[in-house]
């Protein structure tokens, strides 16, 4: 019985964790000599195609009309 209990809170204790760092991490801003990778690391490594941000897809779409 006592594990069971156990097993719950040590459950929750992550599920916690795991939200409290994500938010930390969001409101973390992204360090000025690293300003100019962001944007190009945001569409290389991106599979989705239909992706707006995508500047493959924007290239494709001009060269198609």
Same mark, same amino acid.
């Given at each position: 019985?006592?594990?069971?209990?156990?097993?719950?809170?040590?459950?929750?204790?992550?599920?916690?964790?795991?939200?409290?760092?994500?938010?930390?991490?969001?409101? *973390?801003?992204?360090?000025?000599?690293?300003?100019?990778?962001?944007?190009? @690391? #945001?569409? /290389?490594?991106? *599979?989705?195609?239909?992706?707006?941000?995508?500047?493959?897809?924007?290239? @494709? #779409?001009? /060269?198609?009309?």
């Amino acid at each position: 019985m006592w594990s069971l209990i156990l097993g719950i809170i040590v459950i929750i204790f992550l599920i916690i964790l795991f939200f409290v760092t994500f938010v930390i991490n969001k409101k *973390t801003p992204v360090p000025p000599e690293c300003k100019d990778l962001v944007d190009s @690391v #945001k569409c /290389e490594n991106c *599979t989705e195609i239909s992706c707006a941000l995508n500047k493959i897809h924007e290239e @494709v #779409k001009k /060269e198609g009309k």
